[in-house]
């Protein structure tokens, strides 16, 4: 069986021992840089956060992000206490303080902060929020496509918690990376409520079939930022792109998939449920497409 490798699987790099990490407006050292085991993001998962990555002195996308930090954090009524201004000059101090020039990735996160009691009630969190901003080096080192495996865990309905948030409650993801695991594969296939296939555990899902790109419709999937760029690539390069309901029928039988996020961009995907995908590495498609990706981060 091959080695297992994530999606978010990084070289090793000894200067991340020496981080400093933003703490509620501090900047302290890594063992330092601790949160109340009454917060409510460690309780309870009450919170969210962003990941980011910096390429060149620059955060890819971060008016994007920030945005959608704060639409999520409206969304569950979490005040940031911080302005969109403030939160991106943390990030900068954070970026400075450490030195940081590229290879960079960054999770910015804010909880509802600390209880008066370990119970749910937010009324309870009342010592305004926590955030935290870890910033380490980091450069993708994904030796090979990624193996899929599908799993019992599916993408829920937004009545329930809508998977659009970047949320601190992560169970229902965990549960499927380590149902996949279990399965020999790398990372999740998550379906839908209707059982049309959706997102990894970890990342946005595409496929290419006879030079169309798809996936899916976004209704319960995160809404991804690299997903949307890559979208947006397609529609300016002449590129067939569909965001549609799709099945594992057309998903065994596609000419290349891949997966996009933040941290590793563009991943091609091996297989999935043990069916090669195309040739069972990164395809003609998605290497024009990482191409295009990354003129547009550098740009």
């Given at each position: 069986?091959?080695?297992?490798v994530?999606?978010?699987?990084?070289?090793e790099?000894?200067?991340?021992?020496?981080?400093?990490?933003?703490?509620?407006?501090?900047?302290l050292?890594k063992?330092?840089?601790?949160v109340?085991?009454?917060?409510s993001?460690?309780?309870l998962g009450d919170?969210?956060?962003e990941g980011m990555r910096l390429?060149?002195?620059r955060?890819?996308?971060l008016?994007?992000?920030i945005?959608?930090?704060f639409e999520a954090?409206?969304?569950?009524d979490l005040?940031i206490?911080?302005?969109?201004?403030?939160?991106v000059?943390?990030l900068?101090?954070?970026?400075?303080?450490n030195?940081?020039v590229?290879d960079?990735?960054?999770r910015?996160m804010?909880t509802?902060?600390?209880?008066?009691?370990?119970?749910?009630?937010?009324?309870?969190?009342r010592q305004g929020?926590?955030?935290?901003?870890?910033?380490?080096?980091s450069?993708p080192?994904i030796p090979?496509?990624?193996?899929?495996?599908?799993?019992?865990q599916?993408r829920?309905l937004p009545?329930s918690?809508?998977p659009?948030?970047?949320?601190?409650?992560k169970?229902?993801?965990?549960?499927?990376?380590?149902a996949?695991?279990?399965?020999g594969?790398?990372?999740?296939?998550?379906l839908?409520v209707?059982?049309f296939v959706?997102?990894?555990n970890a990342c946005?899902?595409?496929?290419?079939?006879k030079?169309?790109?798809w996936t899916s419709t976004?209704?319960?999937c995160?809404?991804?930022?690299?997903?949307a760029?890559v979208?947006?690539?397609c529609?300016?390069?002449d590129?067939?792109?569909?965001?549609?309901?799709?099945?594992?029928?057309?998903?065994?039988s596609a000419?290349?998939?891949?997966?996009t996020?933040s941290?590793?961009?563009q991943t091609?995907?091996?297989?999935?449920?043990?069916?090669?995908i195309?040739?069972?590495?990164m395809?003609?498609?998605t290497?024009?497409l990482?191409?295009l990706y990354k003129?547009l981060?550098?740009?």
């Amino acid at each position: 069986m091959a080695e297992q490798v994530t999606t978010h699987q990084a070289e090793e790099d000894a200067r991340n021992e020496d981080i400093l990490i933003w703490v509620n407006g501090r900047l302290l050292p890594k063992a330092q840089a601790v949160v109340s085991v009454y917060d409510s993001g460690f309780m309870l998962g009450d919170g969210v956060w962003e990941g980011m990555r910096l390429y060149d002195g620059r955060w890819a996308f971060l008016d994007e992000h920030i945005e959608r930090l704060f639409e999520a954090a409206k969304a569950i009524d979490l005040a940031i206490g911080m302005s969109p201004e403030q939160v991106v000059s943390a990030l900068s101090e954070t970026q400075i303080a450490n030195g940081f020039v590229t290879d960079c990735h960054a999770r910015l996160m804010v909880t509802r902060g600390v209880k008066h009691r370990p119970f749910q009630h937010p009324s309870l969190s009342r010592q305004g929020p926590t955030v935290v901003i870890i910033m380490e080096h980091s450069r993708p080192k994904i030796p090979r496509p990624i193996r899929l495996a599908t799993v019992p865990q599916i993408r829920g309905l937004p009545m329930s918690q809508d998977p659009k948030l970047n949320s601190h409650s992560k169970l229902n993801c965990i549960l499927a990376c380590i149902a996949a695991e279990k399965a020999g594969a790398d990372e999740a296939l998550m379906l839908d409520v209707h059982g049309f296939v959706n997102t990894t555990n970890a990342c946005n899902f595409f496929i290419v079939r006879k030079g169309e790109v798809w996936t899916s419709t976004g209704d319960y999937c995160m809404n991804g930022i690299t997903r949307a760029k890559v979208i947006d690539l397609c529609r300016a390069n002449d590129i067939p792109v569909f965001q549609r309901n799709f099945g594992l029928l057309e998903t065994y039988s596609a000419d290349e998939a891949f997966l996009t996020g933040s941290f590793g961009a563009q991943t091609p995907v091996e297989s999935v449920d043990g069916r090669v995908i195309g040739a069972g590495q990164m395809g003609p498609l998605t290497e024009r497409l990482r191409g295009l990706y990354k003129a547009l981060v550098l740009a």
